[in-house]
Each structure stands twice: as structure tokens, then as C-alpha cells.
């Protein structure tokens, strides 16, 4: 398979695209007015403590409180015993109004929602996830041989100085990686959680203690899998950064790291700019001829799969079987390409056969395997509903790129003429009755005064006759079409 990174980075935003087999899979944005949150470590001061809920709302210079529950939260008493035991005592034990604290997000603000906290902090680096508070060495869980896992748990096990309580996560980009990178890592980690911890104790509550690396250098460390044969970056500044942060702790990529200068802009390699486009529609369509319509709201999203122009060749049956295959393959890429997160509900075509349901169950389990992000198929439901979550930790494509239309306020639906019509003629009584007036004048959308003068004009003339007030309209070009005004004149 092949895999390339493409990187466009500009003095406002960043962006990063993540392509197999010339088809877009993820994107990745930042920009420099609102950066992500994720991995940041804060020192913030608690605001309110709330025993019913068992969290604490803590203040870290963001426009909303931050949420920290108290699973989140580290107790000292516990250090260096290892994992703690469930926590059965009231948050106030904890925490207190007013006192300070070190946390890092672990998810971002999302719609209405605060920052997420914890006062686990975790430190990335190439291989390792380091973890003051933790304990013991742990592997990723994608690193499948049981002769490698053992392998990479005894270096970073032999790396431990003495008396270290802190723990380890092996990452996945570690497999095959030489004690020596793994001990280096150590090494960086332990120096840079020292560096936060005395920087922690000088900040003031409410201001960053540390931030996690700019887009262009954590594509570097997140997601440069063996695979990928090449990074394309197109500011020779961003370039000369990466290279730098290569040199220093990934030396091997340095060859796959390329500065792009053709005029050609490089989101327009392999469509991407197009697929970015695509992937703000409802509608998904499918080559078979079928196509999705994916929905997203608050509470979750909806995705539904129709057949469309698809009759297949043998039956109906079949027909429906080949378009829900189809269907589960492009789900899990959209799923990522959208960064759909939270609870997902998939209405598959209904089938008569089981063989049919759980083989389309088993095609959407393998496509979901190269999602990084955590996924979870929880069951079929009686009404044949497929029922999945997916770890939500930062704002979705649509989210990030688009805000609700401000003529429906995301409804994604306005009245119609007629009804505004019914609506103007109410509002004419109601003043009529109410103010006496020489003249009443109607100001609304090009669309409801063609209908007055049009479809609507008898009723019109009636009204001025039982009022006995004449009626002026007027075309506004800036009124939604659900938006008038009756003026008294």
C-alpha cells in the first residue's frame, strides 16, 4: 500500500493530509487562532466544585471552565503503589474552591461543552508515552507479535533508574525500534517533565505551562508509520523545522521528508482540496450507484444506506448484499475523513440472509482496523440498527470548517412563503387593531412579496378593506425568507 503524507502550512493555518493508495483517508487542520488544545498542560484554579456530578469546573484562561471529573483526578496518597483502586469518597476529599492545580485537556471544547481535564499528565515522544503519576510499562495494542512486545517491555524495563515510580506506554511506532531510541526517549522525557514541573510552579492559575508541538511536527511524530514513503511539505520554513526535529529524534526519516515547489498548490495532488469539499455533503455517493446520507447532531450521527441506481445483475437480494459491503468500506474512510466521534448509529439495507449481515458486520470491523482512533462496534439492535462509537477528542470537519447557516440556525429548514405570508397578514390585524395608522408598509423577502402580489393578492386586498389601512410593499435583498417587518406609517 502506498502511503504518503501531503503538508500545507501558511501563516494562519496548517494543513495535513493523510493519502493511501492516492485516496484521502484523514485531515488534519490547525489554525493559529484557535490551536488545538489536546495535550496541553495548564495551571488552573478551581472555580466550583460540584458533589452531585462528583467534578470540578477549573479556570485555564479559556473563554468556558474547563470539566475535571474526579476519576481524573490523582490522588497522592496513592503514589507509587501502582494503579489506583476505584474511588469511592466525595470530590471535595480531592479538591477544594480556589485551589490551584496542574491538568492537561484530554479533549478539546467541543460546541457548548468546556475543555476536558485530567491531572494525569502524559508526555509523548517518538516511541514512549511517558506518565509521572502512572506505573509499570505498558505496549500499544497494535503491536500484535508476542516476541516483540515482550522484547520492547525488557529495554524500556531495563531503561528504569532506580527508584523511578514512573510509568511507561510503549507506542506502536516503537516496533522494531533499538533499545538505544527507546532509552534516548527516556531520557528526553524524564529532562522535559522536570522542565514542566519547576515551569508549573512559577506560572500563575489561568496561563499555559506547556504546549504540545505545532501541526507539521506532530505529523512527524504521530503518524510517520513505517509505510509511508514520503512527506511533502510546501513552506521551506515548515521543511527546514521538520528536518531539524527529524535530525534530532527520528534521524532515519530524514530522506522521506520533501520540500514541494511545483506552482501547482499540493492539496491539489490527488484531488484533495475536492475531497475536503465532498466530505462537508450529506450525501456520499457510492460506485456501485448506492449512496449514504450521514447526518450529524449533538447527540449523534445517523448514517443511512440506500441503494440508489444500483440493480444489480442476479436479485434483489444480492443487489442489497454487494451495496452494504460497498457501504461499510466507505463508512469507516468517511468516518475518518470527517472525524465523526461520540455515538454513530448505521441503518444498513435491511437482509433476509445472516450469512448476508454478518459478513457486511465483518466487512465494516476490518475497514475500522486501520482507524487510530479508538472504535467500538457495540451490537446490532432489534431494528436491525448498527450501533458504534467512536472516541470523540477534537472538533469534527464540518465543525471546524463551517457554522450553522444563520437563516435556520441549523435547523436546515426555513418556512416557506405561504407561511410567512399567513404570518404578515395575522401580524397586519393584530396592529390594525392595536395603533391607529394612516398607512402600513411590509418589508420582507423578494419571495413573499411576489407571492402577496401574486397567489396571495385577493386575500390582500380583503384585509385593507376590513382594516381600512391601505398596504405598501417593499423587496428586501438582506431578509432571510422567514423574515418581515410590518411598520406603522
Not at 534521524?251 to 520533501?258: A, G, M
Not at 469539499?277 to 447526518?295: C, E, F, N, T
Not at 404578515?424 to 412579496?449: G, P, S, T
Request: with cysteine; charged share 25%.
Amino acid at each position: 500500500m502506498s502511503t504518503e503524507i501531503l503538508i500545507n502550512t501558511g501563516t494562519h493555518e496548517a494543513r495535513a493530509a493523510l493519502v493511501e493508495n492516492g485516496v484521502l483517508q484523514e485531515v488534519f487542520l490547525e489554525r493559529a487562532s484557535r490551536r488545538g488544545l489536546i495535550s496541553n498542560i495548564y495551571k488552573g484554579r478551581v472555580s466550583r466544585v460540584l458533589p452531585g456530578m462528583q467534578a470540578a469546573f477549573i479556570e485555564i484562561g479559556m473563554e468556558r471552565t474547563a470539566f475535571l471529573h474526579a476519576s481524573d483526578i490523582f490522588d497522592p496518597r496513592h503514589e507509587g503503589t501502582g494503579i489506583e483502586p476505584p474511588r469511592t469518597e466525595n470530590i471535595r476529599s480531592l479538591v477544594a474552591e480556589g485551589n490551584e492545580i496542574l491538568v492537561q485537556v484530554v479533549k478539546d471544547p467541543l460546541g457548548t461543552k468546556g475543555a476536558r481535564l485530567t491531572t494525569y499528565i502524559t508526555l509523548p515522544s517518538r516511541y514512549l508515552v511517558y506518565m509521572p503519576q502512572g506505573h509499570g510499562v505498558g505496549v500499544s495494542a497494535r503491536i500484535e507479535n508476542e516476541a516483540e512486545r515482550e522484547r520492547l517491555r525488557s529495554a524500556v524495563l531495563t531503561g528504569l533508574e532506580p527508584e523511578e515510580s514512573a510509568g511507561y506506554i510503549v507506542r506502536t511506532a516503537a516496533e522494531d525500534a533499538p533499545p538505544e531510541a527507546l532509552r534516548a526517549d527516556m531520557m528526553y522525557l524524564r529532562k522535559l517533565w522536570q522542565f514542566v514541573r519547576e515551569k508549573g510552579l512559577r506560572t500563575s492559575p489561568g496561563h499555559l505551562v506547556h504546549a504540545d508541538l505545532a501541526l507539521h511536527l506532530r505529523i512527524l511524530r504521530d503518524l510517520l508509520r513505517p509505510d509511508v514513503e514520503r512527506v511533502l511539505v510546501d513552506q521551506p520554513s515548515a521543511h527546514r523545522e521538520m528536518r531539524e526535529f527529524a535530525g534530532a529524534f527520528i534521524p532515519e526519516i530524514l530522506p522521506r521528508i520533501e520540500l514541494y515547489e511545483e506552482r501547482r498548490p499540493i492539496f491539489e495532488l490527488h484531488h484533495v482540496e475536492e475531497e475536503i469539499q465532498k466530505a462537508l455533503d450529506r450525501k456520499v455517493s457510492l460506485k456501485s450507484g448506492g449512496y449514504l446520507i450521514i447526518d450529524q447532531t449533538e447527540a449523534m450521527t445517523t448514517i443511512d444506506v440506500n441503494t440508489g441506481a444500483f440493480v444489480g445483475h442476479r436479485n434483489l437480494e444480492e443487489t442489497i448484499f454487494r451495496t452494504n459491503l460497498e457501504a461499510a468500506v466507505t463508512i469507516a474512510r468517511q468516518l475518518r475523513l470527517r472525524n465523526l466521534g461520540g455515538i454513530i448509529i448505521i441503518d444498513f439495507i435491511d437482509m433476509e440472509e445472516p450469512e448476508h449481515r454478518r459478513q457486511v458486520l465483518q466487512a465494516l470491523e476490518r475497514a475500522l482496523q486501520d482507524d487510530h482512533v479508538k472504535t467500538n462496534i457495540s451490537s446490532v439492535s432489534p431494528l436491525g440498527l448498527v450501533e458504534m462509537t467512536r472516541k470523540r477528542t477534537r472538533e469534527s470537519l464540518e465543525h471546524l470548517l463551517c457554522q450553522a447557516c444563520p437563516t435556520c440556525e441549523g435547523r436546515g429548514f426555513v418556512k416557506t412563503a405561504e407561511t410567512v405570508c399567513y404570518e404578515v397578514f395575522r401580524e397586519i390585524l393584530r396592529q390594525a387593531r392595536q395603533f391607529e395608522c394612516q398607512q402600513l408598509m411590509v418589508l420582507a423577502h423578494q419571495d413573499v412579496i411576489e407571492r402577496l402580489l401574486d397567489e396571495e393578492s385577493s386575500a390582500l386586498g380583503e384585509l385593507e378593506l376590513v382594516t381600512g389601512i391601505p398596504i405598501r410593499l417593499q423587496a428586501e435583498s438582506l431578509y432571510g425568507v422567514d423574515q418581515y417587518d410590518v411598520v406603522l406609517m
